[in-house]
């Protein structure tokens, strides 16, 4: 869900205790929502939601830039 990789993200980061605090909170704010809109649905945005909204091309730009900073050569070829 996306609860549990938001969770997986954050520990990585800020340790276990602050990550589930962080979705502790998140849970919380979903529910406010929908207690406070009757017409409101909770749907789960799924645990690739992140993966998905990156964009590639700036990614691709920002690990050439980390290559070239660490002295390395980078040519990049579409995978086939």
Not at 19 to 38: G, N, Q
Request: overall charge positive.
């Amino acid at each position: 869900t996306f609860l549990s990789a938001r969770y997986r993200r954050l520990v990585t980061r800020r340790g276990k205790r602050k990550a589930l605090v962080a979705v502790a909170r998140s849970i919380l704010v979903i529910i406010w929502h929908l207690l406070a809109d009757p017409t409101a649905r909770y749907h789960d945005l799924g645990a690739d939601f992140h993966d998905r909204r990156i964009n590639t091309t700036r990614r691709t730009n920002s690990l050439v830039r980390q290559l070239e900073s660490l002295g390395h050569t980078v040519t990049l070829q579409p995978a086939t």
